[in-house]
């Protein structure tokens, strides 16, 4: 049976419990056994990190020691996966540039704050993840944030739906949903999830238990490629500025 951590916390306009839920939910549909944590603490057990399939951040801004973040990347450096949602995982940690490294991006700004309708497009790519999901319209927050260019993009939304001074910079196609490895491990991130309905909308839901599912395969993908083990392991560049 495969092992998943959800660690919830943070600020709280994120409803971390009830998204935690939910995702603790899929997960045990799909046949996971799932831990529940509501503290950080959770990262400091560097062996049990590397014990388990999936970790699935849903903690809002805060602060992380060093240490931990360095023991979540050896794990998912070595096959565990990455997946997690909106500003649970990509604005989490905002002084770490570590974190942000690990997960592909770091939100900046949601013109028009909650309440923004703005349409998710799906991308054709060589991933199946987003397989038969049709573009959709969602009403919350418009998520701008700082890409990695590494990333794999499989949804985006065009910016400006709400005027501001990124405006007069003409159309942008702002990532939604992407993929991209750490290591022998798979991270994926999904935009969406301001509150709970939001992720519970049939759309989120269906991508990130497809999410969940690919990310979690990344420790079974590497072995059986022979070529990539944890050895050389990124340690972090914090501490360097």
């Known amino acids: 049976m495969k092992k998943a951590l959800i660690v919830q916390g943070g600020w709280q306009g994120h409803q971390p419990q009830e998204v935690a839920s939910i995702f603790e939910r899929l997960l045990e549909e799909d046949g ?19 014990s388990l399939d999936l970790i699935v951040p849903a903690w809002t801004m805060g602060e992380i020691d060093k240490q931990w ?8 450096q070595s096959g565990v996966g990455l ?25 900046v700004a949601h013109p028009g704050n909650d309440g923004v309708e703005y349409v998710v497009q799906i991308k054709q790519s060589s991933s ?22 590494a990333v794999e ?23 939604v949903v ?6 022998a491990g798979r ?11 939001i992720v519970e909308m049939p759309e989120v839901t269906l991508m990130m238990r497809r999410g969940f599912l690919w990310a979690a395969e990344g420790k079974k993908a590497a072995a059986a490629r ?9 340690s972090g560049m914090g501490d360097s500025n």
């Open 83 to 107: 997946a997690g949602c909106h500003g649970g995982m990509c604005d989490a940690f905002r002084q770490n540039v570590d974190w942000q490294f690990m997960t592909g991006g770091q939100w």
């Open 178 to 183: 992407w993929t991209k490895r750490w290591g």
């Open 187 to 197: 991270v994926y991130y999904c935009s969406l999830g301001h509150l709970a309905n």
């Open 32 to 50: 996971f056994e799932v831990e529940v944590s509501g503290t950080l603490e959770s990262f400091a057990d560097a062996d049990k990190l590397l």
């Open 69 to 76: 973040v360095n023991n979540v990347s050896s794990a998912v």
């Open 226 to 234: 022979h070529g990539v083990t944890s050895d050389a392991r990124y």
């Open 153 to 175: 993009v499989l949804a985006t939304t065009r910016f400006p739906v709400i005027e501001g001074p990124h405006s007069t910079n003409g159309a942008v196609d702002m990532p």
């Open 128 to 149: 199946p993840l987003l397989e038969g999901i049709q573009d959709f319209t969602v009403k919350s927050e418009q998520y701008y944030l700082h890409i990695d260019p």
